[in-house]
Structure formats: C-alpha cells, structure tokens
C-alpha cells in the first residue's frame, strides 16, 4: 500500500528552527512536495524535491533521500505566521499526489 | 498570475437544493483538480482534468458532477448532497505532466455546508 507519516504537531518557539520530518512509501515516485495550509485556507506551495539533497528557499529548506524514502521541511528563524500546518505530499507512478495527514506547527513567542 | 479563483467562498445548501461551484485560473494550466477537504485531514482528490477531458474520477458518487467548459474554467454541480459532503472543496491546476512542473496551485475553497 501507499503510506505517508508524518508528526501529527510540534510546537517550537519564535526565532527558533524547527525541522518537520517525513517518510515515505508509495508505489513510484515522481517527487515531493510541501505545502503550508493555514486554518480555513488553501494549501499553498512551499517546495518540489525529486533528486537527493537540499532545496533552499529563503527561511525554508527541503531535503530528500530518496533511497530511505526520507524528506524534511527545514523552518529557520520561525515567526509567529508560521504557525499553520505543513503537508508532505508524494507524487506516485500514475503523477497522482499521495498526501500524509499533516503536521501542525504551533509557534509560541 | 499564479490566481486560482473559486465562487462562492461560502455555501449553504439543502439536502434537495441544486447549486454549482465554480473555478478559474488563467495561467495557461492544462490540468484541474477538483478536491474534498474535511477538517484536520488532509485534501482527497475527487476529479482530474487534463485538457479539458476528465481523466480520474476516484470513485465520487454521482451527486457530484464535474464540467470543463474550457481550459480555463472548472465547475463542480451538486445535487441531493448528504450532510456528511459539507467540507471545504478545493480546486487546483498545474501543467500535465508531459510538460512538466508538477505543483498544483490552489484556490481559496469553497467552504459547503449541506443542511
């Protein structure tokens, strides 16, 4: 079967970094995805890895291994709008998005 | 503009009421998603839409119909809805894979509450 895990929430402080971690295993793989959805709104798009190491965008990093079906979202210098949850989504054989349940980051100042 | 539009934000229906989302984007997107969002879990797709020709249909009952009148539009026509189809419904584009660029882009949603 197809299974995305990822942390249900974490909780880490302004200023901080905070590293959300996510596994996979699905049937093909043509890339991963993390998105941020704030509460009541629509995903927005954060990253796209499909080869091997970091993508790095301003405050958010994203890293993939794809040997040990292993990707995480790296958040620096957390600010208090970061707080929202991420979603790591995987793109199988057929281009469909596998999604994992979500992890909900809660920033307290 | 990478807008993804949707109407009406909110909805309000009866179990026998017939009403109609509606879904625009105007980069150039070839694929549209139609997708059902309950609250804490993640989206679950519904319908894909790639030029203009429904491709998946993951098994949704027939009380949701989709359209794609061109490819810039999308609609999603609901009759007879259950109480239990109240959730906040998502549309989507990307490029088709064949040309890739695979992330899809969200609109705002619209926010279904069947009475």
């Known amino acids: 079967g197809q299974n995305i895990d990822q942390p249900t929430e974490m909780t880490a402080t302004e200023g901080a970094i905070v590293q959300i971690n996510c596994t996979y295993q699905?049937?093909?793989?043509?890339?991963l995805f993390w998105y941020q959805q704030h509460a009541g709104e629509a995903p927005t798009f954060l990253s796209y890895n499909v080869l091997d190491g970091l993508e790095e965008k301003g405050r958010f990093s994203s890293f993939l291994s794809r040997s040990k079906g292993y990707s995480y979202l790296l958040l620096k210098e957390l600010q208090m709008k970061d707080s929202a949850s991420y979603l790591c989504?995987?793109?199988?054989?057929?281009?469909?998005?596998?999604w994992g349940a979500g992890t909900k980051l809660i920033i307290k100042p | 503009d990478t807008e993804v539009t949707q109407t009406p934000k909110h909805l309000v229906m009866g179990m026998t009421n017939k009403k109609s989302l509606k879904c625009e984007q105007h980069?150039?997107?070839?694929?549209m998603y139609w997708y059902k969002q309950k609250a804490k879990k993640p989206p679950e797709l519904m319908f894909v839409?790639?030029?203009?020709?429904?491709?998946i249909n993951e098994s949704v009952p027939s009380r949701f119909s989709p359209e794609c009148p061109n490819s810039s539009l999308l609609n999603l026509h609901l009759h007879a809805l259950q109480p239990e189809d109240s959730a906040l419904y998502l549309c989507?584009?990307?490029?088709?894979?064949?040309?890739?660029?695979?992330?899809?882009?969200f609109g705002p949603g619209t926010r279904l509450t069947v009475t």
């Open positions: 989507a584009s990307s490029q088709v894979y064949e040309t890739g660029g695979y992330e899809q882009y």
């Open positions: 980069m150039g997107h070839r694929a």
């Open positions: 989504a995987v793109m199988d054989s057929n281009y469909q998005l596998i």
């Open positions: 839409y790639s030029y203009e020709k429904l491709s």
């Open positions: 699905t049937s093909g793989f043509n890339g």
